[in-house]
C-alpha cells in the first residue's frame, strides 16, 4: 500500500489519471516544443540557403540509420512488452524486457558514436564544417542525451528501482509506464529526425 | 489505459504490440525506398512527413496508448500541437524580408583563411555536390543578400 502522495497509483478524480502520467504528458509536451524548436531552426537554415545537400550526399550512410530505427523502434516494442508482463503480474518476464531495452538503446548509442559521429569527425565533417552539419550533430546530439538518459532511468527500474515492486506493484508498475511514455517519445522523436536529415 | 484490464485484454493488446511493430518495420522499408525515388524536393518532403506522421500515429495511438486515454490529456496535446504549429510556421515569416542565412560553405572559413594565408590559389573542396552551389560566403558576408526567387 502506497503511503506517499495521493493518486500516486489510484486515479485523480478530476484529471481521471494518476499524476505521473499526467506530469509525464505535460512533460513530453514541452518536449514536443524543444525539438520543435529545432525542426524549425533546421526548416530555416535549409530554406535560407540555395543549395542543401541531401543526408547521402553530405556522408550521412542511409543504411546505418535504418539499422537505427529498427533498433529503437524494437526498443518501445520491448518497453511496452514489459509494462503489459507487470499487468499479467509477471515481474522476471518484465525485468528480462527492460534489460532488452537498455541492450537495444545501448546498441543504437554505439552505433552512433562509433559508426557516424566519430568517422565523420576524424573525417573533418564537424559541427563547424557547415550548416548542415551544425543542425545535424544538435539535433541528433540532443536526441542521443534523452536516449542515454532513458538507458539510466530504466536501469534505476531493472537495478534497486524494482524493489518498489514487492511492497506496492501497483506502483512500480506505473512507474513503468510512465517511463515508457518517455521512451516512446524519443522513438517518436527519431521516426521524424532519420527522413528529415537522412534522405531528404 | 483503464487500471483493470483482465488477463485476456492484456494478452490481446500483447498481439496488437506486435502487430505495430510489424507495421512501423515495413513503413521504415518503405520510407527509405521511397527515397530513391527521384521526385521533386516539395513532393519528397511531403511523401516522407506523411509516413512518418502515420508511423508517429501508431507509436502514439498504441504504444503510448493514447487511443483509449482520457480528455485531459488530448486536450493537453492539441493545446501542444498548435503552439508546435507556429513554431514550424515561424520561419515562413521571413519570407519577403531582408533576413539571411549564412550561405552553406564549399570550405570552412578557417581552411579558406588557411589557403590563402599559404598563398594556395584553388581553396580546399568538401564532399558536397558542386552543382547550383552558391560558395561565395566569403564575398557576400553574413548580411549578403538572397538570390531572388
Request: net charge negative; hydrophobic share 50%.
Amino acid at each position: 500500500m502506497s503511503m506517499g502522495l495521493p493518486c500516486e497509483v489510484k486515479p485523480h478524480p478530476v484529471t481521471g489519471l494518476y499524476n505521473g502520467k499526467f506530469g509525464v504528458w505535460l512533460f513530453l509536451a514541452s518536449e514536443v516544443m524543444l525539438f520543435g524548436a529545432l525542426f524549425s531552426a533546421y526548416v530555416l537554415l535549409r530554406t535560407g540557403v540555395d543549395y542543401w545537400p541531401r543526408g547521402r550526399d553530405a556522408g550521412l550512410n542511409t543504411w546505418i540509420g535504418m539499422f537505427n530505427t529498427f533498433v529503437l523502434i524494437a526498443s518501445s516494442v520491448t518497453m511496452v512488452m514489459a509494462w503489459a508482463s507487470l499487468k499479467l503480474n509477471d515481474f522476471a518476464k518484465a525485468r528480462t524486457q527492460l534489460i532488452l531495452t537498455v541492450v537495444l538503446a545501448s546498441i543504437f548509442l554505439v552505433v552512433k558514436l562509433a559508426f557516424e559521429y566519430y568517422p565523420k569527425i576524424m573525417h573533418g565533417h564537424v559541427p563547424g564544417h557547415s550548416n548542415f552539419f551544425a543542425i545535424y550533430y544538435v539535433i541528433t546530439g540532443l536526441h542521443g542525451l534523452h536516449v542515454l538518459a532513458g538507458i539510466i532511468v530504466i536501469g534505476y527500474f531493472i537495478g534497486p528501482g524494482g524493489a518498489l515492486w514487492k511492497t506496492d506493484p501497483e506502483h512500480f508498475t506505473n512507474r513503468i509506464e510512465c517511463t515508457g511514455l518517455y521512451w516512446h517519445f524519443v522513438d517518436l522523436v527519431w521516426i521524424f529526425l532519420f527522413p528529415t536529415l537522412y534522405l531528404l | 489505459m483503464s487500471h483493470s484490464m483482465s488477463v485476456e485484454e492484456i494478452r490481446k493488446q500483447q498481439k496488437v504490440y506486435i502487430t505495430v511493430f510489424a507495421a512501423l518495420g515495413v513503413m521504415t522499408v518503405v520510407t527509405v525506398a521511397v527515397a530513391f525515388i527521384p521526385m521533386p524536393i516539395g513532393v519528397a518532403v511531403a511523401v516522407a512527413m506523411m509516413i512518418a506522421l502515420f508511423k508517429g500515429s501508431l507509436v502514439a495511438g498504441y504504444f503510448m496508448h493514447l487511443i483509449s486515454e482520457a480528455k485531459l490529456i488530448y486536450a493537453t496535446l492539441i493545446l501542444c500541437v498548435v503552439f508546435f504549429i507556429v513554431l514550424m510556421a515561424l520561419p515562413s515569416l521571413t519570407v519577403g524580408e531582408n533576413v539571411t542565412v549564412e550561405p552553406l560553405y564549399s570550405i570552412t572559413p578557417i581552411e579558406r583563411d588557411a589557403a590563402g594565408a599559404h598563398g594556395d590559389t584553388q581553396a580546399e573542396t568538401d564532399t558536397h555536390s558542386e552543382s547550383d552551389m552558391h560558395a561565395e560566403s566569403d564575398t557576400q558576408g553574413a548580411a549578403g543578400e538572397r538570390d531572388e526567387p
